[in-house]
Structure formats: C-alpha cells, structure tokens
C-alpha cells in the first residue's frame, strides 16, 4: 500500500508536535462533510469518519465540529473493522466563516486551514464591488491570504474599467483575471498553488470556480454550470470538499454564496483607505457624518473616496457590532447610536415621552 505524505496535505511540525499528546490516534485530514459524516485523509488513504460521543457531547456550537481542511485525530487509517472516529481537532491557523442563515449567533465553517483565499467574481453579470467588500473583510480575518480571481473575461468588453474599479477598493489585494475558454485561462493561478499549501474558491454560484478547479486537475471532476437568464448562478457544488491536484498542493471547492452574512471581520484591512483617513480626522471617535475637519468626508468632496464605499464601510461595521445580539438587544444599541449625543437610552426615552406628549395637546 502507497503511503501519503501528510506534509503535501499541508500538515506542518506544529501540528505534529501537537498531536504527540494524543497516544494511540492518528492524523487525519477532514477533506468533505455531510451532515454527521466525514471522509478523512489519512496516510493510509482515505476513510469514512464520525465524531466520538464526548466529542460530541463537549461541542458548544456549529463551529467546534470537525469542518472541510481540519487536521483531527482518529483513532484508525482505514475502514476495514468499521468508520474511524474522530476525538480531537488540531489548532486551526485559519478559518473562513459564515453566519448560519436565518441565526443570529450560531456560525458555519465554510474551511479551515486555509492559505489563500480566491475570491471568485464573475465579470459579466455578477460583478459587484460591494459584495466583494464584504468577502474581503471576511478573507481578512480568516487568517489566509485573499487573492480576487476574476472570471469570464471574454464576456465582459470593460475590462480595464472593472480593474480601475476594483483597485480602488482591493488594496494590496493580487488580482487575476481569467477565461474559461482559452486553455491558458487558468494558468496564471497556479503560482499561488505548492505542494502543502491549501487554497479555497470562494464565490457566488455560476461564476465558474468549478470549471477552474477543473482545469487544475486536468480533468473534469466537478459538476459545472452558469449564470442563468435572470442573473443567479446555479448550485453545482453542494457542499465543501477538498481536493489533492497533482503537485500542487490542495484546493477547496466551496458551494455558492451570494450573501455572505458576517459573524467577524477585518475592516483595517479591507477598508485600508478609509482607515488611513481616519486618522487624520480632527476627532479620535468621529463618526465621519458631521463632525467639523472630518478627513474622510473631504475625501468624499474632493472625489478621492466614493459615497458608497464609505456606506459600505458603515453597513459592515454595523453588521460586526451588532453580531450576537437578540433583536431586542439590537434596538436597544441603535437607539443608544442615535441619541449617543443626547445620553443614549434614557434620554431616548424621554424625548419619545416629551414627542408623545406635544401630539397630545
């Protein structure tokens, strides 16, 4: 039997050292997830996995089970005397997380482990500088290296318009342009691809992350579609899985997000620029709304710094602060937002009263 080397699946001296602590268990990594089954790449191969029952029972939350790109340990290599179980994980040095739709606090592991984010857009109808903002902020505070690829280049007939656009808001972020119908399309990605280096494709559906991941491989292992007529991609992958190519180290495919919703995220640096300008506002707290000598409101004057991104930067930050909070807990702060000048709550209170009773008169 072939051995696999867990090095060129990213597996580092840290996390060896770290699992001596555990006798008697061995190194996986956790490379697809449906619902309480796993399959894991040991050096044996792969096996079907499951989490022990005080694994289980010790779990507060979504986020402390096993997800796509974990280092865990099982206790077997292979499945001839039945499913291996998993009992710990290994410390995470990235991790790319969602929001659970329709929960306020609960949060999705879409991968861990992860080196470099691609951050796929479409650059026909897909384009959207403000979600790409927001997968930037969150790229950021994974811990991994955020790149934009930017696909179907032959369908868009502004190219340079859409980069100009972009390089005003990825700051310090590589972009790559591709095409999915020149089989050099896809080459420029691979000088971020080595051999013990993980990266993810992240991205709204349709926008061609599994035909690209396709061309790596050299085959066609992954389902793929487009944009339909009215704009919205189709769900080809369903699920996260991650995938060895061939002395290049792993990739991720992950299924098609088009909303993003954000449990933490790195404004400093996706929003760099507004950052920047921050520090020279005359005010350590500005608001930059009406305060006097306010340095990112003259930006905005003098066309250096576009309203929308400045209300993009808003919106996210709100998002951010208000994440985990209940409904009520989230009316409360932004009352106490809106009358911070006048005393917060309390005053509110009392100009609601002193409102309700001039009506009365």
């Known amino acids: 039997m072939n051995t696999i080397n867990m090095k060129n699946l990213g597996l580092t ?14 190194i996986g990594r956790v490379s697809s997830q449906y619902k309480n089954s796993f399959k894991v790449i040991t050096e044996n191969g792969d096996i079907a996995a499951e989490i022990s029952g005080k694994f289980h029972y ?14 865990v340990m099982v206790d077997r290599t292979d499945n001839s005397q039945g499913n291996g179980i998993i009992h710990h994980i290994l410390t995470r040095k990235s991790v790319f997380a969602r929001k659970v739709a329709g929960s306020k606090e609960e949060l999705q592991i879409v991968a861990t482990n992860i080196d470099t984010v691609f951050i796929c857009m ?41 980069l100009n656009e972009i390089s005003s808001i990825a700051l310090g972020v590589d972009v790559v342009v591709t095409t999915n119908t020149a089989d050099e399309g896809y080459q420029s990605l691979k000088r971020y691809l080595s051999s013990g280096k993980t990266v ?5 559906s349709g926008v061609g992350k599994s035909t690209l991941i396709n061309c790596l491989l050299g085959q066609n292992i992954l389902d793929t579609n487009g944009l339909r007529n009215d704009d919205k991609g189709r769900h080809t992958t369903t699920r996260r899985e991650l995938i ?13 997000m088009r909303e993003l919703g954000i449990i933490s995220a790195d404004l ?3 929003f760099a620029d507004i950052e920047k300008l921050a520090s020279n506002c005359r005010f350590n707290d500005c608001t930059h709304k009406n305060e006097p000598n306010c340095a990112v ?3 905005i004057k003098d066309g250096t710094l576009s309203v929308e991104r400045l209300e993009s930067y808003w919106k996210l930050k709100r998002e951010t602060k208000y994440e985990g909070l209940n409904s009520k807990m989230i009316e409360k702060e932004k009352i106490n937002e809106m009358f911070s000048s006048m005393g917060g709550m309390k005053n509110a209170r009392k100009f609601i009263k002193e409102q309700y009773r001039k009506k009365r008169r």
């Open 13 to 26: 001296e840290e996390l060896i050292l770290e699992s001596k602590q555990y006798k008697a268990l061995f």
């Open 200 to 204: 993810a494709f992240i991205g709204s």
């Open 268 to 270: 400093t640096k996706a």
């Open 58 to 71: 010790g779990a507060k939350g979504l986020s402390e089970y096993p997800a796509v790109g974990d280092f």
């Open 244 to 256: 060895m190519v061939p002395n290049l180290g792993i990739v991720v495919d992950t299924p098609g």
């Open 297 to 299: 409101q003259r930006a």
């Open 122 to 162: 479409s650059l026909n109808n897909d384009f959207n500088l403000r979600r790409l903002e927001r997968y930037l902020s969150i790229a950021w505070d994974s811990g991994a290296i955020p790149v934009i690829v930017l696909t179907k280049s032959d369908l868009c007939k502004e190219i340079e318009v859409r």
